[in-house]
């Protein structure tokens, strides 16, 4: 439960900094911002003693929302939240054991709700926009 909550108030501060600085950072820099960030930490993890195959996987799958990010910025913006909620998708993967790369236990439910959170955010912002 502690990992949820963690997850509530993070996403607020995040939307509260996004709103906040909105006039300097726009939506689509900040969400394409978060998807890579977000998409390099299992990368992080896969690099403490795990296997090089899980390494290589969580490269791979980093560099596909690399990819999902930088042409949501350039060309399709709504592909920037459907790619947070899809890195939430990937969260679950991993909390159901889909990856062998070892994480903390509390990690993917966290992850999981940040991205859920994040994600529909981004998602009305830019349902909002003509």
């Known amino acids: 439960m502690i990992e949820i909550t963690a997850a509530l108030i993070s996403a607020g501060f995040l939307i509260a900094l996004s709103q906040g600085f909105k006039k300097y950072i726009p939506h689509r820099l900040a969400a394409s911002t978060i998807l890579i960030a977000i998409a390099f930490i299992y990368v992080g993890f896969a690099l403490q003693g795990n296997t090089a195959s899980s ?17 949501g910025y350039l060309k399709y913006e709504k592909l920037l939240p459907a790619g947070i909620i899809l890195h939430g998708v990937w ?13 903390p236990d509390y990690y993917p439910v966290f992850c999981l709700s940040i991205d859920f959170v994040i994600g529909i955010y981004f998602w009305i912002i830019f349902s909002r926009r003509k």
């Open 55 to 71: 390494a290589t996987m969580e490269i791979i799958a980093a560099v596909v929302f690399y990819i999902i990010a930088v042409t």
């Open 91 to 103: 969260d679950i993967a991993h909390h159901l054991g889909f990856s062998e790369t070892r994480i």
